[in-house]
């Protein structure tokens, strides 16, 4: 420690077996009075006497730049009507495997699902678009087999019947039969012969149909002036959009 002072320092000491000791207090310090005015002490540290991560001038001017980016955060907040705020969003690279030889191509006109080990197919999505409802009739027919048709599915649907009811006001056909055709295969869903006048031939199922497919009831050896009615009930759906 090296001082220069004008005045004079005041140490105080006692004599323990003729050797000179400094007095020190009970905390174990040594009180030392500068005497005279405008006195200036020089002291040399070795060892800074600031913790680690105490205050000082960088921290604080770190401390205030962040504070002043919240207040303007809170601004931009407030005034966001007016107003735009720029937000950065950072996250990590995610890698997922793919097993498929070109994915993006085949991602363009199918739907994949990652199922935790590859990328599989899905099937077809089902969806609603609306319900679907026909009836038909026709009265006083000619002797012989007559059907009716329903109508044929459009482009860019699929149709899900799923009731078709048929029945005859007279007695008198063989049997009601109960189908759909892709005007090259004809598939029954059901051929009964009714047990009375006006009792139902009926389908209860899940029939889809795509573009172009016709459901229909055909009504077998009809006698002159028959009057026959078909209904069909199910739901619709969208696959273009």
């Keep these: 420690m090296a001082s220069e002072a004008k005045g004079y320092l005041r140490v105080p000491v006692w004599v323990d077996d003729g050797v000179v000791k400094p007095l020190v207090d009970d905390n174990g310090r040594l009180p030392i009075q500068l005497g005279g005015s405008g006195i200036t002490l020089e002291v040399d540290v070795t060892a800074s006497v600031i913790p680690t991560g105490a205050a000082s001038a960088a921290n604080q001017a770190t401390l205030i730049t962040a504070i002043q980016s919240i207040q303007n955060l809170v601004g931009a907040l407030h005034d966001v009507g007016v107003d735009e705020l720029d ?37 077809l999505v089902w969806g609603y678009t609306s319900r679907y409802a026909e009836y038909k009739e026709s009265i006083d027919v000619a002797a012989g087999s007559h059907g009716l048709d329903f109508s044929t599915v459009p482009e860019g649907e699929v149709r899900v019947i799923t009731s078709i009811a048929a029945w005859s006001a007279q007695a008198n056909i063989t049997r009601i039969e109960i189908a759909m ?61």
């Design 87 to 123: 937000v950065n969003l950072k996250t990590s690279d995610i890698t997922l495997g793919v097993t498929e030889s070109s994915p993006l191509t085949s991602l363009q006109s199918q739907l994949y699902g990652w199922d935790l080990t590859n990328w599989r197919k899905n099937p």
């Design 181 to 241: 055709t892709d005007s090259s295969v004809y598939y029954c869903f059901r051929r009964a012969v009714p047990s009375a006048a006006g009792l139902t031939v009926e389908f209860q199922g899940c029939a889809i149909l795509k573009k172009d497919d016709i459901a229909y009831c055909m009504f077998v050896d009809c006698a002159l002036n028959d009057d026959i009615y078909a209904s069909a009930l199910g739901y619709t759906m969208k696959v273009n959009e």
